[in-house]
């Protein structure tokens, strides 16, 4: 009689649970964006008593749990092409934007001196460029002795938004890569060795002498590595910073790209780090259930309005204003419930 | 009386009845979830199969961008890596094996075999962090060149140790999923070794044989199926080891002569990239190299089978 008791006492204690945890808002994707999502909920719990239960299972994953319906909304480092969220009846916004960094480990060379552009960091990835004292990178670096070290490239073998943002930017930079590996969150690569994860490929590059390597922005700041700079768009030499992200992130053109279908790699602009990457959000149009929804956006908007500071505190940049406008306004204009917005908040 | 008695027979015949259908459902379920395995992993592989055809299996290939997918590099790496662990492990459990239950001294016996045990118990992941940040350093900093310089120039098996030092690659992932799989090698080796009847033993000694003699002729055969079960126990879990080999093959889909060079297995393949696969025909060749695992284990268990029944045919018609 006791044992049923405390039966019916648990299950009563687990419905609570449950019902506490439906008002919650439910994500899933992305894990480049994990730490400011997690630090915002934190904050946001502590304010609404609203949490979010975000799954950082890869976007991959997001984009399949979103379209399966289990989660309000999905998180993509990859923007999805406008047919592809017209067919799912999917709004797709950008919600942070970070940074990707070459580093190198090449001795006497610290943080900063080297300077790279985006054809020779091609060529050194499709194995073209083999020493470091090659007359291409000594070309931009006229005053640095360069050894005759064979160069080691990592690259990140999980796949992941950096890999998507640099191989991408590679793809711009150089019509051989573009044509022999392309752009994707795993490719292909023709030789090198693969690491797992930021740490990973943090690790092998530091450990391995004359290797380089390229990380998450916050990264290799954190751990003092020794970053490149490089030649951006505008034919300026570039440090990676938060600055030089936002400036990329404004001097995209934003208000006429479709559905926020914008990668922010070489972007025009004298200060925009030419490797820069936006974080999207997926939700669905017309919601079945738009009290979620709502919740969802609230949480968003108030990320916007109040999360700058955290997300800078953490190495990402928060979008420019002029960007949070459009997309609250294809809030307001785009989901709807029963012909109604669901977001009627400024 | 016998009203009571017939009633607790009839009791008996219950719970007798009760207890063979729990069983019963236990066993049959297994059967369900391995079938149900299966299924899934055919229905997931099945549009990469149909893409690609047998041509799935024989193609170095996997390009996620153009999506061309081949899984020849990941059985090659799985297999590879798998016999390397497999060339370290055996004859080491075996060594610590017999060392326990023949050789040591009491005092010693009881520490080495909680070791083993122990062992067993630390989760890969801690393998894998311990591999890239502390084995593989010093193999690329003191094993590796030694390797490149003096077996490298070798002809024939210098071509098995060429290419700049890495630190991680295939010999790296053999070597740990050897540690890996060592305990579970040599404690079931020291288990089986541990029920050869003393008496066997002890007539031999008394025969006058050597250790050795009493160890190869006595201990050995009276154990070969566990020796093969103990094999095969470690064997499986090299082929499937996930998250320790993703941090030290270097996870590249290419077939390298050199062990030195990076390579990948199906498992590192699955982990390191299911989770941004965006696209069916990515997700659905990845599922498909799952099934290729499941296809190889499947045959290494069928072979070990096949292997234990003919030792134990050999064995009869050898009285």
């Known amino acids: 009689m006791k044992v049923f008791k405390g039966l019916v006492i648990a299950a009563a204690a687990l419905g609570w649970a449950m019902s506490a945890a439906a008002a919650d808002i439910s994500g899933a994707g992305a894990t480049f964006p994990y730490p400011i999502y997690a630090k915002w909920a934190d904050a946001y719990k502590t304010k609404t008593g609203i949490g979010l239960n975000y799954q950082s299972i890869g976007s991959g994953g997001g984009i399949k749990q979103i379209k399966a319906k289990t989660v309000t909304f999905g998180a993509s480092d990859m923007p999805l092409k406008p047919d592809d969220l017209k067919a799912a009846g999917l709004l797709q916004f950008p919600m942070i934007i970070g940074g990707v960094v070459p580093v190198v480990n090449v001795k006497g060379i610290a943080a900063g001196q080297l300077h790279l552009d985006g054809a020779t960091v091609a060529a050194i990835y499709l194995g073209d460029i083999t020493q470091w004292n090659d007359p291409a990178i000594k070309r931009l670096n006229p005053k640095l002795t360069l050894p005759a070290t064979a160069i080691a490239p990592v690259y990140r073998s999980d796949g992941s938004g950096t890999n998507f943002l640099f191989s991408d930017y590679l793809s711009k930079a150089s019509a051989k890569f573009n044509t022999t590996i392309g752009a994707n969150s795993s490719v292909q690569w023709p030789i090198g060795i693969g690491a797992k994860g930021n740490e990973g490929v943090a690790n092998m590059t530091t450990q391995t002498d004359g290797a380089i390597g390229y990380v998450e922005y916050a990264y290799a700041k954190q751990n003092n590595m020794a970053y490149a700079a490089l030649t951006n768009k505008a034919g300026s030499i570039v440090e990676p910073s938060g600055e030089s992200f936002q400036a990329a992130a404004a001097n995209a053109d934003w208000a006429t790209a479709d559905s926020f279908y914008l990668i922010l790699t070489d972007q025009a602009g004298a200060k925009s780090w030419p490797i820069t990457g936006a974080s999207f959000i997926l939700l669905y149009k017309q919601p079945a259930d738009p009290q979620p929804v709502n919740e969802a956006l609230k949480f968003f908007a108030w990320a916007y309005q109040d999360g700058a500071t955290m997300a800078s505190a953490l190495d990402y940049v928060p979008l420019p204003a002029a960007v949070i406008a459009q997309v609250k306004k294809a809030w307001s204009t785009e989901i709807t419930a029963g012909g109604h917005p669901v977001w009627t908040g400024k | ?319």
């Open chain 2, 1 to 319: 009386m016998a009203i009571i008695d017939s009633r607790h027979a009839a009791k008996q015949l219950i719970y007798e009845k009760v207890f063979r259908s729990a069983t019963l459902t236990a066993a049959i379920l297994v059967l369900l979830i391995l079938g149900g395995v299966a299924l899934s992993l055919l229905h997931g592989a099945f549009p990469a199969l149909k893409q690609f055809g047998f041509a799935f299996v024989t193609r170095e290939i996997w390009n996620p961008v153009t999506d061309q997918y081949g899984a020849l590099s990941a059985i090659y790496g799985t297999v590879v890596t798998s016999l390397i662990a497999m060339a370290i492990a055996v004859p080491t459990g075996f060594g610590i094996a017999l060392f326990l239950t023949e050789l040591c001294p009491p005092l010693l016996k009881r520490p080495i075999g909680v070791a083993v045990e122990l062992l067993a118990a630390v989760p890969s992941i801690i393998f894998g962090i311990w591999g890239l940040f502390v084995l593989a350093p010093v193999l690329q900093r003191h094993v590796q060149p030694w390797l490149i310089a003096h077996v490298g120039p070798i002809p024939g098996i210098g071509k098995l140790f060429m290419g700049p030092p890495y630190g991680i690659g295939i010999l790296t992932a053999g070597f740990v999923l050897a540690i890996m799989v060592l305990p579970f090698i040599a404690a079931t080796m020291r288990d089986v070794f541990d029920t050869v009847p003393p008496m066997l033993k002890e007539s031999g000694y008394g025969l006058g044989a050597t250790t050795w003699e009493v160890i190869w002729n006595v201990v050995v055969p009276h154990s070969r199926a566990g020796i093969v079960g103990g094999v095969m126990l470690g064997l499986g879990r090299a082929l499937g080891e996930t998250m320790a080999v993703t941090f030290v093959i270097g996870n590249a889909h290419r077939i390298s002569t050199s062990l030195l060079a990076p390579g990948t297995t199906i498992s590192s393949a699955i982990a390191n990239e299911f989770t941004e696969a965006v696209g069916d025909l990515y997700t659905s060749s990845l599922i498909a190299l799952g099934l290729l695992l499941f296809l190889i284990t499947f045959a290494v268990i069928a072979a070990a089978q096949a292997m234990l029944r003919r030792l134990e045919r050999r064995a009869l018609s050898s009285i």
